[in-house]
């Protein structure tokens, strides 16, 4: 158990729908990240929080968004589905930001996102 | 950009015994840390081991173990008296060190053990 949770699980919703993932990080972890794995993209970075305020952003689709809440629990914001969008979308956390140590990243157990 | 190759789609390995996995980096940065990461068929993503790119020394964790070649930007994982529990994917990552904490990964090496 990495200590980063997801909900829910398993989503399964028709193309047009919109839908929230929900993310809590480890304890003490100050960043949260986003990824997507697909079939045919793998795992890629989508965006990150760091204590509230983005930090990065990867490959993100602007129907997309994310943001981080004052108890550093994060949402990602799925809209307008495509079948496309079926993947699994994994939280990770870290404690801080880039720069001196190997941090590594904690991932979540992800949610599956299948869009009929 | 800094892409990482994974060039085995698959490799197997008997129990008890090694298997290395190879992964390989393009990168300008002279500072950086390298991951391999473990997707067991629940999909959960674990972290097997860790290097920092400014260490020579190669970094273990029990019977898991790099190789680390700077040079060569190679990146190999040895899994030393495998187990069955060791069958999963497994994925290289990268992590530069300026402006960015964001993991880049390979596309994984399936690896399956047999007893």
């Known amino acids: 158990d990495s200590g980063v949770t997801q909900t829910p699980k398993h989503l399964i919703t028709a193309t047009g729908q919109r839908v929230t993932l929900r993310c809590s990080p480890r304890?003490?972890?100050?960043?949260v990240y986003w990824y997507q794995q697909s079939l045919d993209q793998g795992l890629q970075f989508l965006i990150q929080?760091?204590?509230?305020?983005?930090?990065a952003k990867g490959n993100i689709l602007e129907r997309f968004s994310a943001q981080q809440f004052p108890d550093l629990h994060s949402e990602l914001n799925l809209s307008s589905l495509e079948l496309g969008d079926s993947a699994l979308y994994f939280c990770?956390?870290?404690?801080?930001?880039?720069?001196?140590?190997?941090?590594?990243?904690?991932f979540g157990p992800g949610t599956r996102l299948t869009v009929l | 950009a800094q892409t990482v190759t994974q060039s085995q789609p698959e490799m197997s390995v008997q129990e008890a015994e090694t298997v290395t996995l190879s992964c390989t980096y393009d990168?300008?940065?002279?500072?950086?840390?390298l991951f391999w990461y473990k997707q067991p068929p629940s999909r959960q993503m674990i972290l097997v081991i860790r290097?920092?790119?400014?260490?020579?020394q190669n970094a273990t964790e029990n019977r898991f173990s790099v190789n680390f070649q700077k040079a060569a930007k190679s990146f190999s994982l040895k899994i030393s008296d495998s187990q069955l529990g060791d069958a999963a994917m497994y994925f290289c990552?990268?992590?530069?060190?300026?402006?960015?904490?964001?993991?880049?990964f390979g596309t994984g090496t399936r690896l399956q053990v047999f007893p």
């Open positions: 304890s003490g972890d100050l960043s």
């Open positions: 990770a956390s870290s404690p801080g930001v880039a720069g001196g140590t190997a941090q590594g990243q904690f």
């Open positions: 290097q920092e790119a400014y260490k020579q």
């Open positions: 990552a990268y992590r530069g060190s300026y402006n960015t904490d964001k993991l880049i």
């Open positions: 929080y760091y204590n509230g305020e983005e930090r």
């Open positions: 990168t300008s940065e002279s500072d950086y840390y």
